[in-house]
């Protein structure tokens, strides 16, 4: 079953997010997308502008095999590089676009292409692809954040991927807003293990919020209290009921040795992994 298949069968899958190398390097890339073994139902690959691009990216890991979620940035971008780029994903055999607005700075194209757009260009030339949208969490008010998020939605996005969730109780109105304004897309809330306050502390000036006293008291103990913390929060997003699937994503570009284990132990514990 693809990631599509899982995420819309109620199945709970889990997705690994990464970040590809600077050049094309095969190993250093499946290094990192073989974390979670074979347990992650999708690898999301992050695009930035030093890096291997993510189309590419998620080309070769394609071709290895692996369920690959291409990240397509609307910044900048016109009608006829879309085009190329969809060309390129359609010959590649992509089937997954989680469609951002992207952060990188630089001028606007004149002609340069809503989110709305872009998902909707999207839908058309990959048929039968599952695109995705993001919402920032911590951005304005809900109202706000919706009126932005809904038309994408509308436009053929089929699932939502958040920011990363520290508290789940606080995503609780956003994502049951999403269900209410578009029923049967669904919500895939991103986790991060921190285990160090400097981590933490990198975070939130990241995402511009406060983590919670409790997940800083316990990353506060040490490496152990900051995993007891991500396998709080994961255990809540399971039991929840407002969100659908989650993808990790760990603080380092290359995960020191032994964290893809203790992710995958975190998994098992909560009941994810035995889901595969």
């Known amino acids: 079953m693809t990631f599509s298949d899982r995420l819309f069968a109620g199945e709970f899958p889990v997705a690994l997010e990464i970040t590809p190398p600077q050049r094309p ?32 990216a998620s080309i070769a890991l394609s071709g290895e095999g692996l369920e690959a979620v291409w990240h397509l940035v609307a910044r900048g971008l016109t009608a006829e590089e879309l085009e190329t780029q969809l060309t390129i994903a359609r010959a590649g055999g992509i089937r997954n676009v989680l469609c951002i607005r992207g952060d990188h700075s630089g001028p606007e194209a004149p002609d340069a292409l809503t989110v709305k757009k872009v998902i909707e260009r999207t839908v058309g030339a990959l048929p039968g692809a599952c695109v995705g949208a993001t919402v920032n969490q911590y951005q304005g008010d809900r109202a706000a954040v919706l009126r932005n998020l809904l038309p994408k939605l509308r436009a053929g996005a089929r699932y939502v991927q958040t920011q990363p969730v520290f508290d789940p109780a606080q995503l609780a109105p956003l994502a049951e807003a999403i269900r209410e304004g578009a029923p049967g897309v669904k919500v895939v809330a991103m986790a991060m293990p921190l285990l160090s306050l400097e981590a933490a502390e990198k975070i939130e000036k990241r995402l511009g919020i406060a983590l919670p006293a409790e997940t800083l008291a316990r990353i506060g103990e040490g490496p152990e209290g900051g995993w007891s913390a991500f396998e709080a929060t994961l255990a809540a997003l399971v039991s929840c009921g407002f969100v659908d699937g989650v993808a990790v994503m760990t603080f380092e570009m290359d995960a020191p040795e032994g964290m893809g284990e203790r992710i995958l132990a975190a998994l098992d514990r909560v009941g994810l992994a035995k889901r595969r």
């Open 25 to 56: 390097r095969p190993a250093v890339l499946l290094r990192r997308a073989r974390l979670l073994d074979d347990r992650a139902a999708a690898i999301n690959v992050i695009q930035r502008p030093d890096r291997q691009p993510s189309l590419d």
